[in-house]
């Protein structure tokens, strides 16, 4: 699983935005808000192709939850990002 | 047509208070956002304003807001994407030892409080005259389509909105501020840094060609007050004076000064306005044509006032060699198609709308007042 396009993220008015670049621009002229968590599953996805289960589970370690309450939020947040066809599974 | 001053003046509260994170005050009453949000439109400035419409009790009406909003979120992404670009175009200069300058929007939006606050057309850059052929190979291998322009050296396009501008001198030959300048690499030193000096005094001149062109909108004050904030104390007063007393734009820079401090800073507003505040209002973000040519014609009168209009229509119908050549680059190896090229270029303009309106210009008496 990793993200399709190229994308940069940054701070924008104080919150993270995420804006396709380069030649994706063209493909993708969108901006995408974050909030906390899904900044840190976008930048796990920007570092390289990466399992739901492997995702779902360092989320897990880094938020101090468990895996079971990690589920629904890091499956409700790559659900978005498949339905704006923005995730290659 | 309406000169909308009071809307303008209630624009620049909102971007002042925007640039300093403060409440802004509700739009006065009888005043309608649709027209304070094309103001801004018509400046580039309306994102900034959005940041604090956002905050007003009473806003624009729901489609308005989403137009507004969305206005904001475009030059992001625009943003976002030019910077992407801006760093791509360098390393690959540093990987090619292609020595360059970032120049204009590239530079002053990082002056900003949020560098997406500056919009830019384009992403500008000055390289030595000798690296122009790789330079253009190297971006059309980043996937832009590259040709010459009169005036600038290369320019680029990458789809969908990446426009970049290589040169190699601050200003065109053609240019009356370009003998101003030292060459440009003679402004960094042993470190790799630009001196302050000759990127303010460049930056406030790059302002006045503007202004003095087609005319300047209020970005170019924003500009200016940021580049007073940041730099003001730290120049040399009497080094960059003698620049702009050298380009004859000494006044200039006193009033837009005083200008962009009134706005940006003191936030006063008399309900006067001054011809130059007008006149800027009037220029919208890229200046205007009619602008142009009347500052044209004035700027011809200062230094040819006896006979003027005589000698400008003759200056215009028998342009000098440079400019033959610029137009016509092929007189450069052919020098006898010289009077083909005359004839070309008076049937071209004969009857042409912007002939009859520069031929209108010169004859208005009101032309050489003050502008306005």
């Known amino acids: 699983m990793k993200l399709r396009y190229k994308f940069v993220v940054r701070n924008v008015g104080g919150k993270p935005v995420a804006v396709a670049v380069g030649m994706d621009n063209n493909r993708f002229n969108g901006m995408i808000r974050l909030n906390q968590s899904g900044e840190w599953i976008f930048k796990q996805l920007q570092e390289g192709p990466i399992s739901q289960e492997a995702l779902m589970s360092r989320f897990a370690a880094e938020f101090g939850i468990t895996e079971e309450t990690a589920k629904p939020a890091v499956l409700s947040f790559l659900n978005t990002l498949r339905e704006g066809e923005l995730l290659d599974d | ?372």
């Not at chain 2, 007050?225 to 003698?242: M, P, T």
């Not at chain 2, 044509?289 to 229509?313: A, E």
């Not at chain 2, 200056?315 to 007189?331: H, S, T």
């Open chain 2, 1 to 372: 047509m309406t000169e909308l001053l009071d809307e303008y003046a209630y624009l620049i509260h909102l971007i002042k208070c925007a640039l300093g994170d403060e409440q802004p005050r509700e739009i006065p009453a009888g005043m309608s956002f649709e027209s304070v949000f094309q103001c801004g439109a018509d400046h580039d400035v309306a994102n900034i304003a959005f940041y604090s419409v956002k905050k007003l009790k009473k806003k624009p009406d729901e489609q308005l807001y989403r137009q507004w909003e969305d206005c904001c979120h475009r030059t992001v992404v625009r943003d976002f994407n030019q910077s992407y670009s801006r760093d791509e175009i360098v390393e690959e200069f540093q990987n090619a030892n292609i020595r360059c300058l970032e120049i204009q929007g590239t530079w002053i939006k990082k002056l900003y409080p949020q560098p997406e606050f500056r919009t830019m057309s384009d992403i500008d850059f000055i390289i030595d005259s000798e690296n122009l052929p790789k330079a253009g190979r190297m971006l059309e291998r980043l996937g832009y389509q590259c040709k010459g322009v009169a005036g600038v050296d290369i320019f680029a396009f990458r789809p969908p909105n990446i426009n970049v501008e290589i040169h190699t001198d601050y200003f065109h030959r053609s240019s009356r501020y370009h003998c101003v300048m030292r060459p440009p690499f003679s402004s960094v030193d042993e470190t790799g840094e630009y001196s302050i000096n000759e990127f303010y005094i460049y930056n406030i001149l790059h302002i006045a060609k503007h202004y003095f062109g087609g005319g300047c909108g209020i970005r170019r004050v924003l500009d200016a007050y940021f580049l007073n904030l940041n730099y003001g104390e730290r120049i040399d007063k009497q080094y960059v004076n003698s620049f702009f007393r050298a380009a004859k734009v000494e006044k200039f820079v006193a009033e837009l000064s005083a200008l962009a401090e009134r706005w940006f800073a003191l936030g006063e507003s008399s309900g006067k306005y001054s011809d130059m505040e007008r006149y800027i209002f009037r220029s919208r973000v890229h200046g205007t044509m009619n602008n142009w040519m009347r500052n044209r014609v004035r700027f011809f009168y200062r230094d040819n006032s006896r006979f003027y209009k005589l000698k400008y229509c003759l200056r215009r119908l028998f342009p000098g060699k440079k400019n033959m050549y610029l137009r016509y680059p092929v007189l450069k190896k052919w020098k006898i198609l010289y009077p083909f090229c005359w004839l070309h270029r008076v049937f071209k303009g004969f009857g042409s709308a912007r002939v009859k309106k520069e031929v209108e210009i010169v004859m208005d008496e009101n032309t050489l007042d003050q502008l306005k």
